[in-house]
């Protein structure tokens, strides 16, 4: 028998790749899994790397341990590689890039989730919460004026009277609280964590991939008003002319689960 894998030495986050499903794992439990300046580089490689797979269909991002994440190292906010602040604007690039991703992203919340880390959940399509859980934004106590883009985020996904909540009374929130915000499309105890993860994952796995991706980005621009009705018209077209259409018609005509090939 063989013996089971040793987990990772904690450090930068960790991917795997499994039958198109993309799984990045924040590695830091004994901090929380706070993140430096390695681990957004390390982020930002990952991401890179599934852009230029196209055999990847979906992405979960989680975090080891019993918090998905205590936000920026504060040690790191004025460490080079550019200049005093560049910490910060790596973090926002690096959030960015989570949110363009072209295949669809579930947040399995592992547990709490603190500062710029609820960005990073954000910028993922879909968040399965833990009961027990909180959020807590404390920008405002540290004297920190949000990147723009998060802020954006926060307002366009929430609303701004919910975005005002979290950063202007920096208070504490609980997981039922939570739900009800929007901040989480589902809640649920700890043992049910994965399967809700796997249920989401499977209904997007069933999705066409030209269709997924291009309403992703058609409903992110349309959500931040950068929308230009040519591009979306551009993607509608595109995905009438394709053989997954084609598939996805002959499919449901023969009462049989599509083989979409994402062209």
Known sequence: M???????AAGTPQLSLHDGRATITLNRPAHHNRLHVDDLLALQHHIATLQADPGVRLLVLTGSGRTFCSGFHLGDFDRQPDAPGAGPRL???????????????????NGSVFGGATDLALACDFRVGVA?????MPAARLGLHYYPSGLRRYVSRLGLAAAKRLFLLAEAVDADELRNLGFLDRLVPPAQLDATVQTLADALAAGAPLALRGMKQSLDEIARGEFHLSALREREALCAASADLQEG????????????SGR
């Open 91 to 109: 973090f926002e690039e690096t959030v960015d890039a989570l949110e363009a991703l072209a295949v669809p992203s579930i947040c399995r919340l």
């Open 249 to 260: 018609r002959a499919a449901m005509a023969e009462k049989r689960a599509p083989r979409f």
């Open 2 to 8: 063989n013996p089971t894998p040793a987990p990772p």
């Open 132 to 136: 027990g859980m909180q959020l807590r």
